[in-house]
């Protein structure tokens, strides 16, 4: 019986060790055999480690399929959401510039939270601090703060 319970542990050792450390990966990515793989639309290693698709299939959304989920298309033999991939944003091929995101088929520079509230200098030489940034201003830091999902903070919100 204590045999038969070291060999379960090592086997459970085993499968854990397969899966190598997905905390040194980036969001969204699995280690698989030492490299990090987005398990959500690789084709060896789809929804999990080590489960492969057919040869006829691909992996969209973790799940092996004949075609991709209807939010996303087939670039160079991968699944991909053209909303929001930078790889192919937009569509297939069109990559953003490295840093960029993509937000609703469009390459933008990520939000930096401290620019929201950094001074400026307008065209004729004013320089203006977050407080006082005109609506213009105010409206382009709105849109990029939401592309991310984000929000300015109100005057409720700042002062009460």
């Keep these: 019986m204590i045999g038969?319970?070291?060999s379960w542990v090592l086997l459970l050792g085993l499968a854990v060790a397969a899966c190598g450390n997905s905390s040194d990966c980036a969001?969204?990515?699995?280690?698989c055999e030492g490299a990090c793989?987005?398990?959500s639309n690789n084709h060896d290693n789809c929804g999990?480690?080590?489960?492969a698709c057919s040869a006829t299939d691909v992996c969209g959304s973790g799940?092996?399929?004949a075609a991709c989920p209807g939010n996303q298309m087939l670039c160079d033999g991968t699944?991909?959401?053209?909303s929001s991939d930078a790889m192919n944003c937009g569509g297939c091929g069109m990559a953003c510039n490295a840093g960029d995101v993509c937000v609703d088929s469009a390459c933008q520079v990520p939000c930096d939270p401290s620019m929201l509230m950094s001074s400026i200098a307008d065209p004729w030489g004013t320089t203006?601090?977050?407080?006082?940034?005109g609506p213009l201003a105010f409206d382009a830091a709105k849109a990029a703060c939401q592309a991310f999902g984000a929000r300015l903070p109100t005057a409720f919100v700042?002062?009460?």
Excluded: I, N, Y
């Design 4 to 6: 038969g319970v070291r």
């Design 27 to 31: 969001t969204g990515q699995m280690s």
């Design 37 to 39: 793989v987005d398990v």
């Design 48 to 51: 999990t480690c080590g489960h």
């Design 63 to 65: 799940t092996c399929g």
């Design 79 to 82: 699944c991909s959401d053209t």
């Design 128 to 133: 203006w601090d977050g407080l006082e940034r």
């Design 158 to 160: 700042k002062f009460a």
